[in-house]
């Protein structure tokens, strides 16, 4: 037997394809565009940190984007996260290993901290999503398997991309609550949907019309 073992990525994911992921990346700009110019939102600032309207610039809010759009199915830190080990040993993760799949993307999020975009997995795809992903993030609560699965679109200075699926599981969690959030307007084009607000600065679009973008499933070692 070998002494070598596999090398374990940073983590293992949906990678989008180039085409889709540029115009994933102007949709959020559209995203964060109608949002900050809802009359309501400019009258909410506050969970922002800002008091003056005229200084909130979203775009400049969410200083960092990803270099790859990508959906996170499972963080390794190359090896040294719990789980890593027995996730990169399934069969299904290596059979699934540089094939394609199509995202269901059915709501944009922005909170203070993060923003980003919710997606709906298919069966095919829960197959490669771990079964603690969402009580390792948020231990206390019970959520619908693959509620986490997102993909960060831009986060505020000194924030990190994990906070991306534990906010979006606040939004879950609240929803759960029977809470559906004020409705607040709605955006058009590309982003048309039903802008929903839950306090602290959380607001959603439900899309109306999915978008769906093509993907990879792979290891990003960098
Ligand atoms: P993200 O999935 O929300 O974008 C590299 O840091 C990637 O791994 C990022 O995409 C990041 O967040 C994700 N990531 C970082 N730390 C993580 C953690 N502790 N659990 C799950 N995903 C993590």
């Known amino acids: 037997p070998s002494l070598e073992k596999d090398l374990l990525p940073l983590y293992f ?4 394809a180039k085409r889709d992921e540029d115009s994933l990346r102007k949709t959020s700009h559209e995203f964060l565009e109608q949002l900050g110019n809802l009359k309501a939102f400019k009258k909410r600032l ?4 800002y008091e003056d309207k005229h200084k909130l610039d979203l775009l400049k809010h969410f200083a960092k984007t990803p270099n790859i ?18 996730y990169a040993r399934q069969e299904v993760v290596k059979k699934s290993y540089s094939k394609g799949y199509t995202l269901h993307i059915t709501a944009l999020f922005a909170t203070p901290r993060t923003v980003g975009a919710r997606l709906e997995l298919t069966e095919e795809q829960l197959l490669l999503w771990p079964l603690d992903a969402e009580r390792e993030v948020m231990p206390k609560d019970t959520f619908p398997r693959g509620s986490r699965a997102h993909v960060t679109l831009g986060t505020a200075a000194e924030v990190q991309d994990v906070q991306t699926g534990i906010d979006l599981l606040e939004f879950i969690k609240l929803q759960q609550a029977g809470r559906e959030g004020e409705s607040l307007g709605e955006l ?3 982003v048309a949907g039903k802008v929903s607000y839950f306090d602290n600065g959380l607001w959603m679009v439900n899309l109306s019309r999915k978008i769906e973008v093509k993907s990879i499933f792979s290891g990003y070692y960098g």
């Open 13 to 16: 994911g949906w990678f989008l």
């Open 46 to 49: 506050q969970a922002y940190g």
């Open 69 to 86: 759009l990508h959906c996170t199915s499972k963080f390794c830190d190359y090896g040294k996260a719990a789980g890593s080990e027995e």
């Open 188 to 190: 058009t084009g590309s």
